[in-house]
């Protein structure tokens, strides 16, 4: 059990990893910001304490502590090799491209679907992972400062109501 545990996991309880795509995540991303209290209670059915950094300039690992008398120690988000995608498919997230070509689909896969120009976005909706450019060109961005939840995926992951 212990070899699933790498550095591209996301480190749920103490004995369970979930395997990541590595993602191209940068410093300025907080991993504290990717989930409330709230979603990680829900997620692991007992209540956690606000998220916290290990290391204060440190953003991108965020540890949320259970209550006591819990058998989850910890929930651990990493953000270094670990792919926010693959987190918000636990949370009811779908995917928001065509399986046939890779592009988004529209207006679902679009970070920003009611802008005019439709074309280029400047952004990629997080779980079509790509910024559509034309109808038939998209590109991955940079990194998660290039991605945005989506008003879609917003509402499945439930950070807006239906």
């Known amino acids: 059990m212990k070899a699933l545990c790498r550095t591209n996991a996301i480190r749920l309880v103490p004995w369970l990893c979930i395997g990541a795509v590595p993602l191209t995540a940068h410093?300025?991303?907080?991993a504290?910001?990717?989930?409330?209290?709230a979603q990680v209670s829900a997620a692991i059915g007992t209540s956690v304490s606000a998220g916290t950094h290990v290391t204060p300039t440190f953003l991108e690992t965020c540890t949320w502590t259970p209550?006591?008398?819990?058998?989850?120690?910890?929930?651990?988000?990493?953000?270094?090799?670990?792919?926010?995608?693959?987190l918000l498919h636990t949370f009811g997230a779908t995917d928001k491209y065509d399986l046939t070509t890779g592009l988004p689909q529209y207006p679902e896969g679009f970070a920003e679907p009611?802008?005019?120009p439709r074309?280029?976005?400047?952004?990629a909706e997080i779980m079509a992972g790509?910024?559509?450019?034309?109808a038939t060109e998209a590109v991955l961005?940079?990194?998660?400062?290039d991605e945005r939840v989506g008003p879609l995926t917003a509402r499945e992951i439930g950070w807006l109501s239906h």
Do not use: F, K
């Open 119 to 123: 074309y280029p976005q400047q952004h």
């Open 32 to 37: 504290c910001r990717l989930l409330t209290a």
């Open 130 to 134: 790509r910024m559509p450019l034309t």
């Open 27 to 30: 410093a300025e991303a907080d």
């Open 67 to 86: 209550a006591a008398g819990s058998n989850i120690r910890a929930v651990t988000v990493n953000l270094q090799g670990a792919t926010v995608y693959e």
């Open 141 to 145: 961005p940079d990194g998660l400062e």
């Open 114 to 116: 009611e802008s005019t």
